[in-house]
C-alpha cells in the first residue's frame, strides 16, 4: 500500500519570506500523480499544484513550485513571497494512476507571520 | 476545474436520528466518489469508494450500515449517517476525479456534522 509522510507538523514564515514544506511517499508504482491541497479555515480543500512522475520536469504555479526526487521519493512544496493568506493545512497527497482515492499525508499547519 | 457540491454544509441532530448527506459533481459525470472523515487538526481518513450503480466499497473499520452509501447516478452519492451518535461527530468530505483523465481530486465543500 502507498503510504504519505509529511514530518513538519507545524511551520512559520514570516510574510514575504519563502517557505519549504516536507513531503516522501512510498509506492511500488511507476506511473502516479502526486499534489499539493491546501486547507484554509473554510476546510474547503484547494489543489495548489500536481505533479505527475513520468515528468522529470518540476511543477510550478505561480509562487508555488516543487522538488520532485523521484528516486529519493520526495516532493517538497516551496511557497515564495509567502502571504497572510497563504496560511492554511496543506496535505502532500498520492494517486496511482486512474480512478483510485488521493492517499494524503497528516498536514503541516502553516502560520504566516505579519 | 471541475465542481463538487456537497449539502448540507453544516447539520446538528439528535442521537438515534439518521442525516443524509449529498455530493453532486455539477459538470461532469462521475462513476466513482469518494467519501473521506476527517477529525479535528487530522487529515482525512477514507471512508468508502462509491460506484454508480454498485455497491460501495468500505474501508476497513468503517461500519457499513452505520455509513450508508447509494449513488445511484452518476452525478450524486450520498452518505446517510444512520442511527447518529455524538462519537459519529465529524467533518465529512467527498471527493471526485473526472474521467476519463482522472488525475487530481475536487472535493465538496464539506459537511459538518454535529450529533446532539
Known amino acids: 500500500a502507498q503510504t504519505v509522510t509529511q514530518s513538519q507538523p507545524e511551520m512559520s514564515v514570516q510574510e514575504a519570506e519563502t517557505v519549504t514544506l516536507s513531503c516522501t511517499y512510498d509506492t511500488s508504482e511507476s506511473d502516479y500523480y502526486l499534489f499539493w491541497y491546501k486547507q484554509p479555515p473554510s476546510r474547503q480543500m484547494i489543489l495548489v499544484i500536481r505533479q505527475e512522475a513520468y515528468k522529470q520536469q518540476n511543477a510550478t504555479e505561480n509562487r508555488f513550485s516543487v522538488n520532485f526526487q523521484k528516486a529519493a521519493k520526495s516532493f517538497s512544496l516551496k511557497i515564495s513571497d509567502s502571504q497572510l493568506g497563504d496560511a492554511a493545512m496543506y496535505f502532500c497527497?498520492?494517486?496511482?494512476?486512474?480512478?483510485?482515492?488521493?492517499?494524503f499525508g497528516k498536514g503541516t499547519r502553516l502560520s504566516v507571520i505579519a | 476545474g471541475a465542481v463538487v457540491s456537497q449539502h448540507p454544509s453544516r447539520v446538528i441532530c439528535k442521537s438515534g436520528t439518521s442525516v443524509k448527506i449529498e455530493c453532486r459533481s455539477l459538470?461532469?459525470?462521475?462513476?466513482?466518489m469518494f467519501w473521506y472523515r476527517q477529525f479535528p487538526k487530522q487529515s482525512l481518513m477514507l471512508m468508502a469508494t462509491?460506484?454508480?450503480?454498485?455497491?460501495?466499497?468500505?474501508e476497513q473499520g468503517v461500519e457499513k450500515d452505520k455509513f450508508l452509501i447509494n449513488h445511484a447516478s452518476l452525478t450524486l452519492s450520498t452518505l446517510t449517517v444512520t442511527s447518529a451518535h455524538p462519537e459519529d461527530s465529524s467533518f465529512y468530505i467527498c471527493?471526485?476525479?473526472?474521467?476519463?483523465?482522472?488525475?487530481?481530486?475536487?472535493f465538496g465543500q464539506g459537511t459538518r456534522l454535529t450529533v446532539v
Open positions: 459538470d461532469f459525470q462521475a462513476t466513482t
Open positions: 471527493s471526485a476525479k473526472v474521467p476519463p483523465v482522472n488525475t487530481e481530486a475536487f
Open positions: 462509491s460506484n454508480e450503480g454498485s455497491k460501495a466499497t468500505y
Open positions: 497527497a498520492y494517486s496511482n494512476s486512474g480512478n483510485t482515492p488521493l492517499v
